[in-house]
């Protein structure tokens, strides 16, 4: 029986980052192993959790879960709220990045039904459209945190450490 082909992409030639196993589909988007053995101190110190990202803008939902896997962070992205909610029936993920206009449902609708499946996941909601309407909806229905596109990294790691270290 012939091995499945490992399909290897070169991310930084310089560093030698490798994404491995890269599954590519109409809704979905995987990356798996990411080796962060060149320097790893550019890993984030929550490599063991998982982050579903929902957003229909194809290009930046891949750049942004490449950037979270540079910091260790293994990320899963879907390009609507169905796909999304179909996922988190059959796997937990201990954090949801939602963007709010997605263009099968508003991403209102979306965290509700999150919260319902699976009310201990964090969600933060990501948007270029939000008003000040939009942000307390969702933090009325359970998000975390409701923040601007552009997305400033580094503000949304300092979020996820400070959930992090909240006592339960």
């Keep these: ?29 995987h990356i798996n192993d990411i080796d962060c053995s060149v320097n790893p101190n550019k890993c984030f110190k929550m490599k063991h959790y998982n982050i579903l990202i929902v957003d229909d803008e194809q290009r930046y939902a891949i750049m942004l879960a490449n950037r979270l896997k540079l910091r260790g962070l293994a990320c899963k992205v879907c390009f609507d709220g169905r796909t999304a909610i179909d996922t988190l029936e059959n796997v937990f993920f201990p954090w949801v990045i939602l963007d709010l206009r997605l263009p099968d449902r508003y991403g209102s609708e979306v965290l509700s039904q999150i919260k319902t499946i699976s009310p201990e996941t964090q969600v933060i909601i990501l948007t270029g459209h939000g008003t000040d309407k939009d942000r307390q909806q969702c933090m009325d229905l359970g998000a975390h945190s409701f923040m601007n596109k552009p997305l400033d990294i580094d503000r949304l790691l300092a979020i996820m450490a400070r959930i992090k270290k909240k006592p339960s």
Excluded: C, D
């Design 1 to 29: 029986m012939p091995t499945p082909k490992k399909h290897l992409f070169h991310i930084y030639k310089h560093t030698n980052l490798v994404f491995t196993n890269i599954t590519l589909s109409v809704n979905t988007f």
